[in-house]
């Protein structure tokens, strides 16, 4: 405690209005609320996210785009597509031209067992940002796409969430 | 694909405009580029994180609030204290008048080791923030803690984070 005065923070406490903490806890708290309703239709968070991304995609995916839009860390998501493929609800199919890249598409099973849950969705977002009203969560919408294309470095390096390991 | 028409999406692709998977790439991004310099000073993102915490709140902290502001499960985080307080970085104080609440501080060798990473993380944030300027800055964070602030539980329920083990 007695060095507290050479972290020379900000303002008063650092973590508090230090923007990557705001947006992790944000994130947290807002994907979590909706994580139980994905528990509830047995879904891991990480299911949820890979038929939501693939459902709201024209076509077929490369793996390195859908983890970067999935947030997870490729060999995570390659276990994960196997076990959904296992079921049904994802396929993987080779690239047209070239043949080292697997692209990933949703599967009719998987469309149908996360169309509720987009619905679901939406409406659980809409109630988070009725308290913004709309001008302010447009603008929240705009600030974060622009700071996601400022950072996205385009390439597949794995990421940073998976710290712990339970 | 055929089913696309169903999910009802708020905008064309549903995924990119939602508000969850807005902030989970952001905040992936983000926090992603500094936990490079936290490797680099041989911490994980989970030491990171408490350090960061407990280095800028005025005494020693509940475990379940520290948990809420590293966005860290409770099993984890007792077993990154366990780790931290073998190193002297952190120490466990049992409170005053309620011997069933041990409180989380940060002992002088945590501080001394947090403090350059401060300063470091603080220069990450103004690089980050710059182009979106003072004002949308400002409100960036503002709502941020707005959000936290409606949809923080504040009970100790686990979290939701770490969804696929290593």
């Known amino acids: 405690m007695q060095?507290?005065?050479?972290?020379?923070?900000?303002?008063?406490s650092f973590v508090d209005g230090y923007l990557p903490a705001l947006l992790a806890q944000a994130s947290h708290l807002i994907s979590g609320e909706f994580h139980r309703v994905v528990a509830q239709k047995g879904l891991t968070?990480?299911?949820?996210?890979?038929?939501?991304?693939?459902?709201?995609?024209?076509?077929?995916?490369?793996?390195?785009?859908?983890a970067r839009l999935t947030v997870l860390k490729q060999p995570t998501l390659t276990r994960v597509l196997d076990r959904m493929e296992n079921r049904a609800q994802v396929k993987r199919i080779p690239h047209e031209t070239d043949r080292r890249i697997t692209l990933i598409a949703i599967a009719p099973a998987g469309q149908r067992f996360v169309a509720e849950l987009i619905d679901?969705?939406?409406?659980?977002?809409?109630?988070?940002?009725?308290?913004?009203g709309l001008a302010r969560s447009d603008e929240l919408k705009k600030t974060l796409r622009q700071m996601i294309e400022l950072h996205d470095p385009l390439v597949e390096d794995g990421g940073a969430f998976e710290d712990e390991p339970e």
């Open 3 to 12: 060095r507290m005065s050479k972290a020379k923070a900000p303002q008063d």
């Open 45 to 66: 968070v990480s299911e949820w996210r890979v038929l939501a991304t693939l459902a709201s995609t024209a076509g077929p995916m490369s793996i390195g785009a859908l």
């Open 120 to 132: 679901l969705a939406a409406e659980h977002e809409r109630r988070v940002l009725e308290p913004l």
